[in-house]
T-cell receptor, first 114, second 116 residues
Framework: QQQVKQSPQSLIVQKGGISIINCAYE??????FPWYQQFPGKGPALLIA?????SEKKEGRFTISFNKSAKQFSLHIMDSQPGDSATYFC?????????????FGRGTQLTVWP | DAGVIQSPRHEVTEMGQEVTLRCKPI?????LFWYRQTMMRGLELLIY????????DSGMPEDRFSAKMPNASFSTLKIQPSEPRDSAVYFC??????????????FGDGTRLSIL
């Protein structure tokens, strides 16, 4: 059972454009939604996270939008740069456990052309 | 601050050999996770520990896979015997879990395993 569904699988954006990655979740008990960024040869690293008591969180050029009723959340990268080219994963925790387990989406490979 | 440390970074071995992957979590973290990443299946959770105790090993693909955490600063993932389909990047991650407040996982840089 896939707990978190992520789209698109790949995304190509021109420099300066907006990159949008979407995730949908099934379990309404999820209460924390992080996004991870992974560069080639490296492990995923936490980029930004949101809790469902807010609808949006912004950190620099990165924004998470959260729609609790639709059970969806998305990552927006404004003014995309070639250095943003990476694989992005959304994730959600297992609220049934407080031990930190995360369910990851399948990932989106973002390419930003200069 | 030292992050999660994995070794070796690369491993190439022949089918049938035993493979041992190692992980040192971030000091003070009490949860440790082993993942496998492939193009076909993405990032899969194999097993995770809390306070050195295995909590869920349902992601371990077969009995050929085993994991241990003898103390808070060390864990191993062993494959015996190894098969070509085990070729993947294996990640270890750790986090601090307390109560209902979820904390982010911190990943190592992985071990790229190739089974010939």
């Amino acid at each position: 059972q896939q707990q978190v569904k992520q789209s698109p699988q790949s995304l190509i954006v021109q420099k300066g454009g907006i990159s949008i990655i979407n995730c949908a979740y099934e379990n309404t008990a999820f209460d924390y939604f992080p996004w991870y960024q992974q560069f080639p040869g490296k492990g995923p690293a936490l980029l930004i996270a949101i809790r469902p008591d807010v609808s949006e969180k912004k950190e620099g050029r990165f924004t998470i939008s959260f729609n609790k009723s639709a059970k969806q959340f998305s990552l927006h990268i404004m003014d995309s740069q070639p250095g943003d080219s990476a694989t992005y994963f959304c994730a959600a925790p297992d609220r049934g456990s407080t031990l930190g387990r995360l369910y990851f989406g399948r990932g989106t490979q973002l390419t930003v052309w200069p | 601050d030292a992050g999660v440390i994995q070794s070796p970074r690369h491993e190439v071995t022949e089918m049938g050999q035993e493979v041992t992957l190692r992980c040192k979590p971030i000091s003070g973290h009490n949860s440790l996770f082993w993942y496998r990443q492939t193009m076909m299946r993405g990032l899969e959770l194999l097993i995770y520990f809390n306070n050195n105790v295995p909590i869920d090993d349902s992601g371990m693909p077969e009995d050929r896979f085993s994991a241990k955490m003898p103390n808070a600063s060390f864990s191993t993932l062993k494959i015996q015997p190894s098969e070509p389909r085990d070729s993947a990047v294996y990640f270890c991650a750790s986090s601090f879990s307390q109560g209902a407040l979820n904390q982010p996982q911190h990943f190592g840089d992985g071990t790229r395993l190739s089974i010939l």
